[in-house]
């Protein structure tokens, strides 16, 4: 079991007490950006083009207990950037620790090494480390020599010092389904929690534009991927979610189900568009045009988009919507093999795919 019952338990009671109050715009997982700065500038980010004095701004630990208690979500969620070079970086998960509130502090383990000694491990608290495949991969994906290698160092000291980790996984078009599979083998070996996987976002700030993945790409790449899974591999995501990443499901999008706080305020309508801030997390609910966002809707800034940030809070609200739902969930957590004769994806390891070629950036550290 990927996940701890007690987070299981959490997010469920949440959930139904929400719906039980007829709420119909809840969040579930706040995405808290502390700051754009990275130590990394891999090509598929839209976060790391802002002009220097952006980068060199960062919400204060105040501004991030705020915002997590007008959010109210069980679970929050700190991207970036590179939230390990926010200097009180520490101060801010100590706060959310006593709110009592399950954290995914992400990072791309550069820096997990040196900092691991200022965290105390809790069950509140995971790392979710980026890492995009195997080594190969992963070095050209972030545009970096020698990162795969650190982070997996990073990986295996702090679950030696008994920190929950998982992985967290982008990918693009070119990924080569088989490396990726042998990519979760290796993660599973190490014994990370479980892993974490999302298609890149066609962020048109991206450096490379050429290899986001279209809707019917992404399942068909997900499905070679996760069809015939072997029995070890834990996730750490909704079933279901994986479910519409194969294409064995439909959704709409909930951007409000992974609200965004940053230095601008909180960003309408996601994680991943721009389309306005607003001072409070109610003004956010109210005065943002839903109806605008999601596939359905026709807007092209949402076409592509299959994103775990406006699609994996649908499927947990299908899992808590309804006896279907939760019937499909059981179903999906405990038969998952997903056996498919078509894909031909379990065999030994074939010839290599062609390298993808991502644009890679030369940056000062680099
Ligand atoms: S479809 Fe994607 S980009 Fe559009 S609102 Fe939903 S999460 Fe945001």
């Given at each position: 079991m990927p996940v701890p019952v007690s987070q299981m338990w959490t997010v469920a009671s949440y959930v139904l007490g929400q719906k039980l109050k007829r709420r119909k715009h809840f969040p579930v997982v706040l995405m808290l950006e502390p700051l754009m700065r990275c130590n990394l500038a891999c090509a598929g980010c839209g976060k790391i083009q802002y002009p220097g004095h952006i980068l060199k701004k960062e919400l204060t630990p105040e501004q991030c207990f705020n915002a997590v208690d007008e959010c109210g979500a069980p679970m929050v969620s700190i991207p970036g950037g590179e939230p390990l070079m926010h200097p009180q970086i520490v101060e801010i998960v100590e706060g959310l620790l006593a709110r009592k509130k399950y954290i995914y502090l992400c990072t791309n383990g550069l820096l997990l090494k040196e900092k691991l000694h200022l965290f105390k491990p809790s069950k509140y608290l995971s790392f979710v480390v980026h890492m995009d495949g195997l080594k190969e991969h992963h070095d050209f994906a972030v545009c970096r020599e020698g990162?795969?290698?650190?982070?997996?160092?990073?990986?295996?000291?702090?679950?030696?010092r008994g920190f929950r980790v998982t992985t967290n996984t982008t990918l693009f078009d070119g990924a080569d389904p088989q490396s990726v599979?042998?990519?979760?083998?290796t993660m599973m070996e190490v014994g990370v929690e479980g892993m974490m996987l999302s298609p890149g976002y066609t962020y048109d700030k991206a450096p490379d534009q050429e290899h986001f993945l279209s809707k019917n790409k992404t399942r068909r790449l997900f499905r070679q991927i996760l069809s015939n899974r072997h029995e070890k591999w834990q996730f750490n995501m909704s079933p279901l979610f994986l479910e519409y990443l194969m294409g064995k499901r439909e959704y709409k999008c909930t951007p409000w189900g992974m609200p965004t706080y940053n230095i601008f305020g909180w960003q309408k309508p996601c994680y991943l568009l721009q389309d306005g801030y607003a001072?409070?997390?109610?003004?956010l609910i109210n005065t943002t045009k839903w109806e605008r966002y999601g596939t359905e809707s026709g807007n092209p800034k949402c076409a592509n988009c299959m994103v775990h940030s406006g699609y994996e809070a649908s499927a947990v609200n299908h899992t808590f919507g309804s006896l279907g739902g939760l019937w499909a969930t059981a179903k999906a957590t405990f038969f998952h093999r997903y056996p498919d004769p078509e894909v031909d994806n379990d065999q030994t390891p074939r010839p290599k795919a062609p390298t993808p070629t991502l644009v890679h950036i030369t940056t000062p550290e680099s």
């Open positions: 990162t795969y290698d650190k982070a997996l160092e990073a990986i295996k000291l702090a679950l030696a599979r042998e990519f979760f083998d001072d409070t997390f109610d003004e």
